[in-house]
Structures are given as C-alpha cells and as structure tokens.
C-alpha cells in the first residue's frame, strides 16, 4: 500500500497508508474506517458486498470451524489485502493528487516534481 503516498494530499490516502501500516488483528471489522474512501452510492454499495464476500472467500478456502488464532489471522491476511486494501488503493489512485494541507508540509514539499507535489484545492 505505499502507492497510497503518491496520492498524499488526499485524507482518504493518508488513511489507507495509515490503516496498511498499523497492526491489525487481521480480523474482518478492523477495516472498517477504509469505508471512507467510497465516495458515492455505487462505490459504498460495492465496498459492503466486497466486506461479506471477503468472510465468504476465507471460509470457501479455508474451511470454517475452529482454529488456531495465529492460523486464522495468517488465513485472513491475503483475503482481506485482496478484498478491502487493493479496491480501496485503486480507487485512490484514480483520483487526483489535490488537497489541502498545512502549510508546513506545502513549504517541504515544493522541490518535489510537479507530477508527485499536486497542487492544493485553494491554489486552484
């Protein structure tokens, strides 16, 4: 999920690369804040099928019944990349690099090129 940096004004963004950073029990409602990145109907109708679906997967490949905590978060890990992380880092790369950030961070970031810098929503 680095590729979320290069969409770095963008909350959404820094969001995703936050969430992919953090430890996480691996669990499916621990990527429940990713719901943020929908930004319309269609999108938030496809991120809450795509959560189902992710348990649904992780039981047609696994097998359901009891398991070993550790093996069951190591189980979980791929669904979840390929069912929460990966839409949601597609959709935040097909937006534009544009928002709003201190000025702090505008001031470190202006030797950066241009295609990586963006440019702020009120410069516009």
């Not at 496809?46 to 047609?60: D, K, P, Q, R």
């Not at 070993?68 to 990349?81: E, G, T």
Request: aromatic share 10%; with cysteine; glycine share 4%.
């Amino acid at each position: 999920m680095p590729l979320a940096a290069l969409r770095w004004r963008r909350p959404e963004a820094r969001l995703l690369l936050v969430m992919a950073c953090i430890p996480q029990t691996m669990l499916f409602y621990d990527q429940l804040p990713l719901l943020v990145v929908a930004r319309n109907f269609r999108q938030s109708l496809y991120f809450c099928l795509v959560s189902y679906a992710a348990a649904v997967v992780a039981v047609l490949i696994y097998g359901g019944g009891p398991k070993d905590r550790a093996l069951l978060f190591a189980q979980n890990a791929p669904v979840i990349v390929g069912c929460y992380y990966l839409p949601c880092l597609i959709l935040v790369l097909l937006r534009p690099n544009t928002g709003d950030v201190p000025h702090w961070l505008e001031r470190l970031t202006k030797h950066l090129p241009t295609w990586l810098r963006g440019h702020s929503v009120l410069a516009t």
